[in-house]
């Protein structure tokens, strides 16, 4: 499954300086916290690893609000255009949902088929507290091979109807589920009597002032997907959004505090709530989403304790998790690291300049002295092997998913990756080696089990 990474610059020496001057400073005046972040962003800006918007508040009071970007002008376009916040609207969603139970039009143990018929028969016991916790055993747009420009309701309608008798059952694990928030959306439609869209405006944009947040690219078509993304705004508005949850002009607070109690699981645990990740930071709640389309990153942290919120809208595969935890210990004068890394990028700078071989060198050296200096997680590795292969490298992408494979030998992604990889370079017989241990290792993932049936 494809991981993308944008389009890499080379990296310049003062990555090796960058360590050094950010980690383990302690600044203690406001003024000195906002110099710091500004200076931490520049540096990551400096070596292509950050351009956007970034706004920190607590407790409602603006503390930095700042875009990077070169030139400086479209810095100050940056920080008041609207941009894609991907999955960050799964939270609206999960609004609507607590707006309708509220009013008595849906309740969360409703099975998903009273409000969604087309689902009927195709959904068994799967509920719209299901979906809002990614536990129906729906699996993810990618998984059920509709991952595709111009995705309709019916195409996710179709794979559940056609697939669903491979499912995981509902309750037994946390699995990320766009395709659950589609048909969340429908569900939405159906209780409300309105168009998704309309709700939203209506029950929550307008209310709010959140002027300059609306669907990407103007009105959707009926058969359109939402309520996975699809919305663009700005972090003025989104600190709109955030305040609207301090308080209680959406939802009454005990509503909104269910929505924070991550879903049981049978296997493995869950720290997703109703549209958000929650975990507990300093003994109280800490609500996080992540947001990716296209070249276009959000993120939100909102800390219920010392009531910090983090709102980074970005170009490129920014840290934002990082960057965010950087921001919080810098507001509390703790010593702080800044974000990792990427060793993709590091990687196609050095395949570029020596070969494949002086990469995977390079790695390997890199994964035994460089600490935490850099980001080792699969998704660098599958994103550079994406990228490789999108130039038409076939042999250097195999060669990147052959060494994520030996580095995270459970993950069917990776497995997945390397398939698509061999097969696009027609090693048919190795790519259904390498798809059939995917399938082993994820066997809900119908993707894998229909390219199978395909080289079959």
């Known amino acids: 499954m494809k991981y993308r990474i944008v389009p890499l610059t080379v990296i310049g020496s003062a990555l090796a300086c960058l360590a050094a001057a950010l980690s383990m400073q302690e600044p203690t005046s406001r003024k000195d916290q906002v110099e ?37 002008n479209d810095a100050r376009q940056l ?47 799967i509920t719209i507290r299901h979906l809002l916790t990614h536990t129906s ?8 091979g509709i991952d595709r420009p111009g995705l309709r309701e ?35 439609e159906n209780a409300s009597g309105r168009t998704f869209d309309g709700f939203l405006q209506s029950a929550i944009f307008d209310p709010l002032g959140m002027n300059n947040t609306r669907p990407e690219g103007g009105p959707r078509k009926p058969e359109e997907t939402k309520g996975d993304g699809g919305l663009v705004s700005t972090v003025d508005d989104l600190l709109k959004w955030d305040q609207a949850l301090a308080s209680e002009k959406l939802v009454r607070a005990k509503t909104f505090t269910e929505a924070l109690v991550p879903a049981k699981v049978a296997e493995g645990e869950s720290t997703y709530g109703f549209g958000w990740n929650v975990v507990q930071s300093g003994g109280a709640p800490y609500m996080w989403h992540q947001g990716n389309s296209g070249g276009q990153r959000a993120f939100i942290g909102r800390r219920l ?30 010593p702080f690291d800044p974000p990792k890394l990427s060793i993709g990028r590091r990687l ?23 600490g935490t200096r850099y980001d080792f997680s699969e998704p660098e590795l599958n994103g550079l092997g994406y990228t490789l ?68």
Do not use: C, W
């Open 137 to 144: 055993g729906i699996p993810d747009v990618g998984d059920l």
């Open 348 to 370: 196609l700078v050095a395949i570029d300049a020596q070969g494949i071989d002086a990469a995977v060198a390079l790695y390997q050296q890199q994964r035994t002295t460089a």
């Open 305 to 334: 304790g010392d009531r910090i919120t983090v709102i980074i809208l970005t170009s490129g595969n920014s840290r934002r998790i990082e960057i965010a935890d950087a921001i919080v210990n810098i507001i509390h004068g703790r």
């Open 36 to 72: 710091t972040i500004r200076r931490m962003l520049m540096e990551l800006h400096a070596n292509d690893e950050f351009t956007g918007s970034v706004l920190v508040a607590q407790a409602g009071i603006v503390i930095y609000r700042d875009a990077i970007a070169s030139p400086p």
């Open 389 to 456: 292969l999108d130039k038409g490298r076939n042999a250097d992408a195999i060669r990147v998913f052959e060494l994520n494979v030996r580095q995270f030998p459970s993950s069917s992604n990776a497995f997945d990756s390397l398939g698509d990889a061999l097969l696009r370079s027609g090693r048919r017989v190795e790519a259904a080696q390498a798809y059939s241990r995917a399938l082993e290792l994820d066997p809900s993932n119908v993707n894998v089990r229909s390219k199978l049936l395909q080289l079959k």
């Open 154 to 188: 019916r195409d996710v309608v179709d794979a559940v109807r056609t697939h669903h008798a491979r499912f995981a059952r509902p309750g037994l694990r946390y699995r990320y589920s766009n395709a659950g928030y589609v048909i969340l959306a429908m569900a939405v």
């Open 79 to 125: 920080l008041t255009s609207p941009s894609n916040i991907a999955s960050l609207a799964k939270a609206f969603t999960a609004m609507a949902v607590m707006m309708l139970a509220e009013r008595g039009r849906l309740s969360y143990d409703d099975l998903v088929a009273r409000h969604v018929p087309e689902l009927a028969g195709a959904t068994p016991g």
